[in-house]
């Protein structure tokens, strides 16, 4: 079945330093990517997503490309702030039935140290 | 904008009881998802709803059951409580087949659930 691998964590950072979370993902068809956050106590937040191959998803400076010759949609930030500190997941759709679940990397944690 | 609204916030539950979880859905939105998130675990899908019926089924307990009403908002209902299923329970709505928001899905802020 359709699959998500995440880089292991807990991540932790300088601020201002260079965030990169790996994401590889197996998957039948052609699903869309995400990445999702999910600070302390709340609920997940879209940051980014992209729909098909060579699309670059793009949002409060991270980006990731959908490559579908590695399988991949890397994570990435040129230069993290302390509140970017939360759980980073991973996550394709998954086209079944006329629904559309998610399924989901096991999640990064990242400390941005000031 | 409207956002995915869930009751309750918290909930606490003796093992063997009963819960009852609501999700509103986004005004429009046709679609909804239950996932579950254990402490430290990625979210589980559970189960969804696309107008009224069930769409899909994931790894949800014959002890659970859901639906979704007239009004589109859906209700997860969990029987003879275990230690084991206190986590956050999310839901999400979408709009199937929308142009303008792709197949995007929006989350509420999650019911976290206890049982002692």
């Known amino acids: 079945g359709n699959s998500v691998t995440q880089m292991e964590g807990p991540v932790t950072l300088s601020e201002e330093a260079f965030l990169t979370i790996n994401c590889t993902y197996t998957?039948?068809?052609?699903?869309?990517l995400f990445w999702y956050v999910q600070y302390p106590g709340e609920g997940l937040q879209l940051l980014l997503k992209a729909t098909k191959a060579d699309d670059k998803g793009s949002n409060k400076g991270f980006e990731a490309t959908y490559r579908k010759e590695t399988t991949s949609f890397h994570l990435e930030k040129g230069s993290v702030q302390v509140s970017d500190s939360a759980v980073y997941f991973c996550a394709l759709s998954d086209l079944r039935k006329g629904a559309q679940k998610l399924v989901f990397g096991q999640g990064t944690r990242l400390t941005i140290n000031p | 904008a409207a956002g995915v609204i869930q009751s309750p916030r918290h909930l606490i539950k003796e093992k063997r009881e009963t819960a009852t979880l609501k999700c509103y859905p986004i005004p429009r939105h046709d679609t909804v998802y239950w996932y579950q998130q254990g402490p430290g675990q990625d979210p589980q899908f559970l189960i969804s709803f696309y107008e009224k019926m069930q769409s899909d089924k994931g790894s949800i307990p014959d002890r659970f059951s859901a639906q979704q009403f007239s009004d589109y908002h859906s209700e997860l209902n969990m029987s003879s409580l275990e230690l084991g299923d206190s986590a956050l329970y999310f839901c999400?709505?979408?709009?199937?087949?929308?142009?303008?928001?792709?197949?995007?899905?929006?989350f509420g802020p999650g019911t976290r659930l206890t049982v002692l």
């Open positions: 999400a709505s979408s709009l199937m087949n929308s142009l303008a928001e792709g197949d995007e899905q929006f």
């Open positions: 998957a039948t068809g052609y699903p869309s």
